[in-house]
């Protein structure tokens, strides 16, 4: 318990010193209790699902090589599961969380041990819930230190902190979910984008909602930025100070400054920021990324960076975003991500590729004799709407259940077409499944991501679960198998879990097959994720004990 003791108190205090970091123990133990709490913001308070009452929820803090045991019992009314973003779970699906793949959810009023190891990761990740909508107030930070006696290959920072970018409906968000169900259409968008829970001041009833972080002129500060929005790209920037990006999505990164930040949902940066400017108190701003007429909740929440001694009555500064449909910033910024591939973090970029996927990325429109238009919108990979299973995927896959899925998810659409050119309505022959794609252990894939225009071209950041992947290539419009390879950086591309495919565009990514068993992946846009565009890979068992799915955990949640 010393340990939760600790993370709560560094939660609450918003800002960690990395020599006071509790690292005596390799077993790290959390309780998580899931419950409603009645929470303000805006002019508004409701009840929310939260962790142990807090909102944003308390951070895990381990080690590399520690073993962590997360006790989660539920008191809410909503059946739970929650997600470890971005750890990798080798040959331990069962404790990665995606309700109806890796396990069936927590039910009201039970419990489940989340047991898992941390190997060869160092850096933020995140956890948050994985089930219905309920990550909207279900998340929290992951920090992950090196092991001991290693030092970051980047300057020490004098102190840490997490920022946690999120969305606030000040309706009970799941209601809002079924109301946009039976009219066939989005449900209503969030009223708030937040930093730590926290909208900030530029919003009524807000002024004691707001982020403030205290610092110290001419020291350097780790910011580790974490995007929770359920549906937002989000740019980021702290008014008059430039930022070192050294680490995405848990992989340390050749530095490069900026001043503003690109982070769709599901993806953190850890950014080192020098407190050198005049002593003041300066805005920190989030707000949407949006190129295309799609309406988003393009209200800009605020935080203060603000410096020691400084009065609170001065007027922070705001930052300069770019604008919201800034495409060309966009892609400059993604242009400059690059894996360190130093001799201690090397970029194992698979150079063979023994499997091409190719991946159509479509929204559409189908027929629903119950809602109010007489359709609703869904969405598709390779055309295929997933249908989630009543069983979790991973126990059907490890006990040979038959009848839950299939593995004949195709490699390629069916139907090629001009994939970015005029806008398309129909839907290709949409069907639905539960379609899964069969991997054989160890071997190496490289998936090409093609957004389409069925309806409207739009971005989307995919989040594969169990793997990193390396973010080869990118480009507008439709890929192109015979020059487009050719421009490949195969030497020091980008390493992440979440990445964002471009309006109109492809990425291409690589990854080798060595962690067994049943690994959702799907965008990390709720809304889309609700309306079917995800899919799991089965990776196959290899050869020996230690290449295969390990038996599942005595509590394992039954459905």
């Not at 939260?50 to 019992?73: A, K």
């Not at 020291?219 to 050294?246: C, Q």
């Not at 038959?402 to 129909?426: I, W």
């Not at 290539?473 to 390879?485: C, H, L, S, T, V």
Request: aromatic share 12%; glycine share 8%.
């Amino acid at each position: 318990m010393a340990c939760l003791h600790l993370g709560s108190l560094f939660l609450l205090l918003g800002l960690v010193g990395f020599a006071s970091f509790p690292a005596e123990a390799a077993i790290k133990k959390y309780q998580f209790d899931i419950q409603v709490k009645n929470v303000s913001r805006l002019c508004h308070a409701k009840p929310i699902v939260t962790v142990n009452g807090r909102f944003p929820g308390p951070t895990i803090y381990v080690h590399e090589g520690d073993r962590v045991l997360v006790n989660v019992t539920n008191h809410a009314q909503y059946n739970m599961s929650i997600h470890w973003h971005g750890l990798k779970q080798f040959r331990n699906g069962w404790a990665d969380g995606p309700a109806y793949i890796t396990q069936c959810p927590i039910k009201s009023g039970n419990s489940y041990t989340y047991d898992f190891n941390v190997t060869g990761q160092r850096g933020t990740l995140w956890w948050h819930a994985h089930i219905l909508w309920l990550r909207a107030t279900v998340y929290g930070a992951i920090v992950i230190m090196p092991e001991e006696g290693t030092p970051y290959p980047f300057p020490q920072p004098y102190m840490e902190a997490n920022l946690l970018l999120g969305e606030w409906w000040n309706t009970d968000v799941e209601e809002v979910v079924k109301k946009g169900s039976k009219l066939g259409l989005p449900p209503a968008m969030s009223d708030a984008h937040t930093i730590n829970g926290k909208p900030g001041p530029l919003f009524p009833c807000s002024e004691k909602h707001t982020f403030a972080m205290e610092v110290e002129w001419g020291k350097t500060y780790l910011l580790r930025i974490i995007n929770s929005a359920l549906n937002d790209e989000l740019f980021f920037a702290i008014a008059g100070h430039t930022m070192t990006v050294v680490e995405i999505d848990a992989v340390y990164t050749k530095p490069f400054t900026t001043q503003t930040l690109l982070i769709a949902p599901g993806q953190t940066t850890n950014v080192l920021v020098k407190a050198n400017k005049a002593p003041g108190r300066y805005f920190m701003a989030a707000r949407p990324f949006n190129d295309v007429p799609i309406p988003v909740d393009n209200k800009t929440a605020t935080a203060i960076f603000e410096y020691k001694g400084v009065p609170k009555t001065i007027i922070p500064i705001l930052p300069q975003l770019p604008t919201p449909n800034d495409t060309e910033f966009v892609m400059s910024y993604n242009d400059k991500l690059r894996s360190l591939n130093s001799p201690k973090f090397p970029a194992k970029v698979p150079l063979k590729v023994d499997r091409h996927l190719f991946y159509t990325i479509g929204l559409g429109r189908n027929p629903c004799a119950t809602c109010v238009n007489g359709t609703q919108l869904t969405a598709s990979l390779n055309n295929i709407t997933f249908m989630m299973p009543q069983v979790g995927l991973l126990q059907a896959h490890y006990f040979k259940v038959k009848g839950v899925f299939r593995t004949d998810f195709p490699d390629r659409p069916l139907t090629t077409f001009n994939y970015t050119g005029a806008p398309l309505t129909a839907n290709l022959g949409t069907s639905s499944g539960t379609r899964l794609s069969k991997v054989a252990f160890n071997s190496t894939v490289e998936l090409i991501l093609q957004d389409t225009n069925l309806l409207t071209v739009e971005s989307h950041p995919f989040h594969l679960h169990g793997y990193n992947f390396f973010v080869v290539g990118r480009g507008i419009g439709n890929f192109n198998p015979a020059k487009d390879p050719a421009k490949f950086n195969l030497v020091d591309p980008p390493e992440r879990n979440t990445v964002g495919v471009p309006t109109g565009g492809w990425t291409a990514i690589r990854f080798r097959a060595d962690n067994p068993g049943v690994w959702f992946m799907h965008c990390h846009l709720e809304l889309h994720t609700s309306w079917g565009l995800k899919m799991a890979f089965v990776v196959e068992d290899g050869k020996g004990k230690d290449d295969s799915v390990l038996p599942p955990p005595k509590d394992l949640p039954l459905c």
